[in-house]
């Protein structure tokens, strides 16, 4: 039930903010690769919630992630998920992705 919450709490904070939810493992090649991306994409001031898939599970069910890296683009006000990219990308195509989605 406190997870449950915890979870519900989270998605209502991803759905009121413009940013993106990266869903990662420790484990995955790809994602060490897009890690340091997504870390210098959120300290340039972009919100990123980093999601471990293998801890994190319910995320993975609520959100359909099948394979990772993924990231999902949010938009602001409640519109949710505008589109997700699966794969490693370069830090410039994800700002402008960021920037004109």
């Known amino acids: 039930m406190m997870k449950e919450q915890k979870i519900g709490q989270i998605t ?4 009121n ?3 993106f939810l990266y869903f990662t493992a420790p484990w995955c090649q790809p994602c060490q690769t ?5 870390d210098a994409i959120e300290a340039s001031g972009v919100p990123v919630k980093k999601i ?7 995320f993975v069910k609520e959100y359909k992630v099948v394979n990772i890296p993924t990231i999902i683009l949010f938009e602001q006000n409640g519109r949710g998920e505008v589109g997700r990219r699966t794969g ?4 410039q195509s994800l700002m402008e992705w960021f ?3």
């Open 34 to 38: 897009l890690g340091p991306i997504m």
């Open 12 to 15: 209502l904070k991803i759905n």
């Open 52 to 58: 471990n898939v293998d801890y994190d599970t319910q």
């Open 17 to 19: 903010m413009k940013g």
């Open 88 to 91: 490693v990308q370069t830090q």
């Open 99 to 101: 920037n004109n989605g």
